[in-house]
């Protein structure tokens, strides 16, 4: 009987601890970032994990950057219209991650509980600032 009482409170403190946001970081070849820009882009990430209401209760595994092929003029038109239609700063500069992360076990909105998912994070900013999350998900 003392095993289940104590196996209860562990399972709930492990739930309730969230994630402790250790997860590793690939940095890749860039042309266009230093090492120290797209640590800032995985930190604004990182900051999602620890600080939104949702996001929080995953468990983030990885974050990498994979070069530079993504960063296109395209790709900045994109960046460019998604922000304003979401009342975000016109960026100059983006970038994407990709990004492993499990979802909780409970209240998991749209995401299948306790899976996997490995999502893209597309990012901007303006004049050299501080980076933003314009787009999340899968693909």
Not at 5 to 21: D, E, N, S, T, W
Not at 67 to 89: F, I, Q, S, Y
Request: one cysteine or more; glycine letters at 10%; a negative charge.
């Amino acid at each position: 009987m003392k095993k289940r009482m104590f196996a209860i409170p562990l399972a709930a403190a492990l739930v309730l601890a969230g994630c402790g946001q250790r997860y590793t970081r690939s940095f890749g070849d860039s042309e266009m970032y230093s090492v120290e820009e797209i640590a800032m882009a995985m930190d604004t990430v990182e900051d999602e994990f620890e600080q939104d209401d949702y996001y929080s209760r995953c468990d983030l595994h990885s974050l990498e950057f994979d070069g530079d092929a993504e960063m296109t003029d395209g790709e900045l038109e994109r960046a460019k219209l998604c922000c304003k239609n979401n009342g975000l700063p016109e960026p100059d500069e983006v970038i994407r991650l990709a990004g492993e992360f499990t979802s909780p076990i409970f209240d998991t909105g749209a995401l299948d509980s306790c899976t996997n998912y490995q999502w893209n994070y597309s990012l901007g900013r303006r004049n050299g600032g501080k980076w933003f999350i314009y787009d999340r998900g899968v693909g």
